[in-house]
């Protein structure tokens, strides 16, 4: 795959952002692009639209709640899966899409969707008020971010102290011999958890010494996951004692009671953020526009707030979560979005071939 990005737009590294400190399921009833949001206003809204997402399904609901509240008349039919799944989903679909927009998708998989040209371009209303790093760099965007997660180790303390180990603090101590056979992580393909991990590896090491790394951490692998929460989940009950997860799964354990720390690796974490996007097709509806308008305003964003430390727009009053670092941008690796979806593609294949044979099956 040729990704063809200008030059000049090529490098997406986080330095400075500031966070406050199968079939569709409804969830209720809530064909020219480049518009502003202003122009995509539709009074009584009312219509249908399919809404494909990688937003964790307790976390839906919760954000849905504001827009049902302002659009009482359109219904959203959410589709959701693991992001790899999603990401794989909409590929398939590029010819007859069914999707009107994407929410809540990895920013490196909209970057690949966007070289397939399968992104609209639309600027969503509030759309200014977005920090740059979070956002298309074309005027209008094809894609705009929301917020973005990370990589953390969950690890359960009560399986440590009971095999008498310490708790791993980085990815170096990860491939240590003591740890063999006790560790779960997504796979690459199939979240973009394992993928902004991999990613992170390869980015931090280079090549050569990324697969070297990853052969030993295969070494030491129990199993990999379909779900990028499902490790951080295996952690708090103890069936994997340790889990490559991501900072929001793992607190959640945490605020559970499970006897879980989460760890964010010292040399950084791997990261990518949610995204959202126009799907581009033949009809455009003007409820699709409405959504995107409303995916960066100020209630959603509050949610978002609660669950991640890094947000796309600064908000007064906004906060870091209980369980993330105090100065969570200084916690992440300096990543190019860029190079991590033009080399996606390559990375997958050549991952699967190597360590495909510890993957759990896929349902």
């Not at 899409?97 to 070289?115: E, F, H, K, R, Y």
């Not at 708090?236 to 009671?257: H, L």
């Not at 969570?328 to 050549?350: C, N």
Request: glycine residues 8%; proline residues 6%; charged residues 25%.
């Amino acid at each position: 795959m040729k990704i063809k990005w200008n030059v000049m737009a090529a490098t997406l590294v986080v330095t400075s952002l500031l966070a406050g400190c199968g079939a569709p399921k409804t969830e209720g009833t809530a064909s020219s692009s480049g518009q502003t949001g202003s122009e995509a206003a539709v009074s009584n809204a009312s219509g249908e639209i399919n809404v494909y997402t990688a937003i964790e399904d307790e976390q839906i609901k919760t954000y849905l709640t504001s827009f049902k509240e302002q659009y009482p008349d359109i219904k959203v039919n959410i589709v959701r899966d693991s992001t790899g799944i999603m990401t794989a989903k909409l590929i398939a679909e590029k010819d007859n899409p069914q999707a009107d927009v994407i929410w809540g998708l990895a920013a490196t998989s909209l970057l690949v969707m966007d070289d397939r040209q399968m992104l609209a371009p639309y600027a969503p209303k509030g759309v200014d008020r977005v920090l740059p790093e979070f956002k298309d760099k074309a005027n209008p965007p094809k894609w705009v971010g929301m917020d973005i997660w990370e990589t953390a180790i969950i690890v359960n303390k009560a399986e440590m102290e009971k095999r008498n180990l310490p708790i791993p603090q980085s990815y170096e101590d990860l491939v240590k011999p003591e740890y063999k056979g006790f560790i779960a992580m997504p796979h690459p393909a199939s979240s973009g958890t394992g993928y902004l991990t991999v990613n992170a590896l390869h980015q931090l090491y280079g090549k050569d010494k990324a697969w070297a790394y990853m052969d030993k951490l295969h070494e030491n692998m129990m199993v990999y996951t379909h779900s990028g929460s499902k490790p951080a989940k295996m952690a708090s009950s103890g069936e994997a004692p340790i889990g490559i997860s991501y900072g929001y799964s793992g607190i959640q354990e945490q605020k559970k009671g499970a006897p879980v720390e989460v760890v964010f690796p010292k040399e950084g974490s791997g990261w990518d953020m949610e995204a959202s996007a126009l799907v581009n097709k033949k009809d455009i509806k003007p409820e699709a526009k409405l959504f995107l308008d409303w995916a960066i305003s100020d209630e959603p964003m509050k949610e978002y707030n609660k669950n991640y430390a890094i947000l796309s727009i600064k908000q007064e009053g906004s906060q870091i979560p209980e369980g993330y670092k105090q100065d969570p941008v200084s916690q992440l690796t300096k990543l190019d979005l860029y190079q991590a979806a033009r080399d996606r593609e390559g990375i997958l294949k050549e991952w699967e071939q190597k360590y495909g044979s510890k993957a759990e099956p896929k349902k």
